[in-house]
């Protein structure tokens, strides 16, 4: 929670009153796809909501916290089939990826939350003797939210939780790529948190650009780099912090390859990593392989009998992004260098988008 806070010195530090949070239920409203008020009276509500005291409130954390968990477990057939219609996910890749390790990671938080939350003793020079100083723990203020496509729910949640536990005020962007994900957040979100407190605005680029145009007190950004600097640009204009987590070059390294078993656990391994999460389509898929050439043929023989045997079934992969992505990858195939360079595999299927 440490990028979600900031810390400030008892003497100098505003404590408002906490506000007792509204009841959360399941008939509040859902959200339009944008608000009807506008972005920038969307956000002053937001101001004034954190500015009342009510999210820095521990019970108030813990009851956002525990909301997200509702949803998961009781919204989980709903989200199954989103992830399905946005990306060919199966439903065991939804849970391990999506479901299941938000769901602990919220566990953990609220296992921890109070001791996270507490004051700490901080060291004093020994000029100030016999004062003492504490370290206190402070929520930000008004956080905005961009999540991506390829995890369009965990990599939502997974900030919106640790925004929540640091007792911020959010606004969520979910990507537009993956509607039928952002439609269920939008719907669900504001019937099991505070709806005053956490809004899920939907849309296009343009969105995300106008809502860049406003000040916030953090900004968390998952995607590709060329969008991450426009993030940092329109932020430095308010010298607004920001958390990029960007893609890039994801290598795996085979030092050796000896037993045969030895060989078969860093073949699966490697498919695990390449291929489990979204077909590939993830910054932690790797990229390429550097191995000895002498082990090369029987890293390369062990893949495509592991490929053959794993992934049988189209169903049991998510399928590309879209047809852009997909007419990308098709280019990349029938580059001279690259289709010379084929070894396994190679076909291409529209079928399957």
Known sequence: LAYL?????PACSTQAKPVPAPSIHPSMGTMEEKPALGLGSLVSSLRVVYKSGRTKD????RSQLNGLIRLLTEKEE????????????????SFRDEVGVV?????HTLQNLEKWAAPEKAPTPLVSFPATALVLPEPLGVVLIFSCWNLPLGLALEPLSGALAAGNAVVLKPSELAPATAAFLAANIPRYLDAEAVKVV???????QEL?????????????ARVGRIIMTKAAKYLTPVALELGSKCPCIVDWLDSKRDSQVAVNRIIGAKWSTCAGQACIAIDYILVEEQFAPILIELLKSTLERLFTKPEDMARILNERQFNRLCGLLEDHKVSRSIVHGGDVDPKTL
């Open 78 to 93: 709903e989200i199954f089939d989103a992830l399905h219609d946005d990306l060919g996910k199966h439903r065991t890749e």
């Open 212 to 224: 860049m145009e406003h000040r916030w007190d953090k900004v968390l950004f998952t995607g590709g």
């Open 202 to 208: 939907l849309g296009a680029a343009e969105i995300g």
């Open 58 to 61: 521990l019970s108030w954390r």
């Open 5 to 9: 806070t900031h810390v400030g010195s």
């Open 103 to 107: 769901v602990k990671s919220i566990k």
